[in-house]
């Protein structure tokens, strides 16, 4: 079964500290990763997606299948940059489910 | 209006109680999702329409009906429910199946 993991569930770090979200997966196939971020009173949206390999607000995310893992990296950390993050996989069949991670809440201290 | 909006933004029913939670996008999407989000529990799927047809539904409780009249609109009628169902439900709709998804505000529902 489709499986996603996000092993902290609250991270904080200093302002302008390298950041790192874990996500690992478990899915039989080739899925779509993703990562939504919730920013305080928005509604959920997607921050990136693997196929897309862009760099948004300063975030990257690798897609290591060895590993089946998806972890979230910025080097340099910023206050806006507090929210609630989830890492999700998709496959492209009915019948994969959308599955989202638990979440794990960022807090940058200034 | 754009991207998705839901109504009511919250509601308080009892378990005898009958109503609807309502989502529409204005976004040209082919499907659309309605996913439950509570406090102890990851984002669940609940159920998936990709171009008016149901193609996914998780084992939901048949005290929850979808409906999805055509691409633009979407509804979870709720009937008889259980307190344990109280918690945040978002509608979200993509482009393509499997695709990004655009995410209404919710509808945060309390169950008495």
């Known amino acids: 079964a489709q499986r996603v993991t996000q092993p902290e569930k609250l991270l904080s770090v200093f302002k302008g500290a390298p950041v790192e979200l874990k996500c690992n997966y478990s899915y039989s196939g080739s899925p779509e990763l993703f990562w939504y971020v919730q920013y305080s009173r928005q509604r959920l949206q997607l921050l990136l997606r693997?196929?897309s390999r862009e760099s948004i607000k300063g975030f990257t995310a690798d897609l290591n299948k060895g590993e089946t893992s998806f972890h979230l990296k910025k080097p340099f950390a910023q206050e806006e940059d507090s929210a609630m993050y989830y890492c999700a996989l998709s496959g492209r069949n009915y019948g994969q489910n959308f599955v989202f991670g638990p979440g794990t809440r960022l807090s940058v201290l200034p | 209006e754009t991207g998705v909006t839901q109504t009511p933004r919250h509601l308080v029913m009892g378990m005898t109680n009958k109503k609807s939670l309502k989502c529409e996008q204005h976004?040209?999407?082919?499907?659309m999702y309605w996913y439950k989000q509570s406090a102890k529990k990851p984002l669940e799927l609940m159920f998936v329409?990709?171009?008016?047809?149901?193609?996914e539904n998780n084992s939901v409780p048949s005290r929850f009906s979808p409906e999805c009249p055509n691409s633009s609109h979407l509804f979870l009628h709720l009937h008889t429910l259980q307190p344990e169902d109280s918690a945040l439900y978002l509608c979200?709709?993509?482009?393509?199946?499997?695709?990004?998804?655009?995410f209404g505000e919710g509808s945060r529902l309390t169950v008495l």
């Open positions: 693997h196929i």
């Open positions: 329409y990709s171009l008016e047809e149901r193609v």
């Open positions: 976004l040209g999407h082919n499907a």
């Open positions: 979200a709709s993509s482009q393509e199946f499997a695709g990004e998804l655009f």
